[in-house]
């Protein structure tokens, strides 16, 4: 029997951590993102090139992986939504309607397709079944310039908490978490950092976190996030934290 991750965006940043994390513990690895990352082909991981913002592909690409997957041979499977965007950082009225389509879909409905899609997949598995929803603290907490970015991660968590319920009379059910991973050192957070002070507000905390050394790296976090996809003490529906150093 076997232990599969199915993850979006696990070519580089957070996701690459998390993938690196699961290898590490013999998990089979699928990874859906927009770049390849040669590295990742060499670790024995399968990789589907697909850009998810262009949603119409994305439940062809999800099904090519369950086309190679042998339900009988899997133990656990988890489905972990990490692929997301910033987007433009600045005030609403001064982002680009074309942007903040293109971030909607990548950082929410996408999140939602595949949740649907992995559901009804695996809905005759015997297998354990997870989802995971790469979160933020941004979801809780408004930040000036990230009304997008904020918007969507709280959707995330309304998600969660939603598809948890539906779920929990289910034989077999799926368990679904939401977990913030933290501020992560990350080429996002470079981006961030690089922010003029009109478009967002906080930019000089996220240059001292830097400086200070207070980001969280991606392969810790990848570990912790394994770690609780482990922990069957965690309940579905949970909204989590990576706690920062």
Do not use: H
């Not at 690409?61 to 190679?68: H, V």
């Not at 074309?98 to 595949?114: H, Y």
């Not at 907490?141 to 904020?150: H, Q, R, T």
Request: include cysteine; proline fraction near 2%; hydrophobic fraction near 40%.
């Amino acid at each position: 029997m076997e232990e599969v991750l199915i993850i979006t965006g696990g070519s580089k940043g957070i996701g690459k951590g998390i993938v690196d994390a699961y290898l590490k513990n013999q998990v089979r690895v699928f990874s859906i993102a927009r770049t390849l990352n040669p590295e990742l082909s060499k670790t024995g991981v399968t990789q589907i090139e697909l850009d998810l913002t262009e949603t119409d592909k994305v439940e062809e690409g999800l099904l090519k992986i369950f086309d190679l997957l042998e339900p009988a041979k899997i133990s656990k499977i988890t489905f972990i939504n990490n692929a997301g965007s910033l987007g433009k950082i600045g005030p609403l009225e001064k982002l680009d309607l074309a942007t903040i389509t293109k971030t909607i879909n990548l950082n929410t409905t996408v999140p939602f397709l595949c949740s649907a899609i992995f559901v009804d997949q695996t809905k005759e598995w015997e297998a354990k079944r997870t989802i995971i929803n790469i979160s933020s603290g941004a979801a809780l907490k408004p930040y000036f310039g990230w009304s997008v970015y904020c918007g969507t991660k709280a959707a995330i968590n309304m998600l969660t908490q939603t598809l948890a319920l539906e779920q929990a009379d289910v034989e077999n059910g799926v368990r679904v978490l939401a977990i913030a991973p933290g501020v992560v050192d990350t080429d996002m957070q470079a981006e961030i950092r690089q922010s003029n002070q009109d478009d967002f507000k906080d930019v000089e905390r996220f240059v001292a976190l830097k400086k200070d050394g207070g980001l969280n790296d991606a392969a810790s976090v990848g570990a912790k996030i394994f770690e609780m996809d482990q922990d069957e003490n965690i309940a579905s529906g949970s909204i989590l934290r990576v706690e920062g150093k």
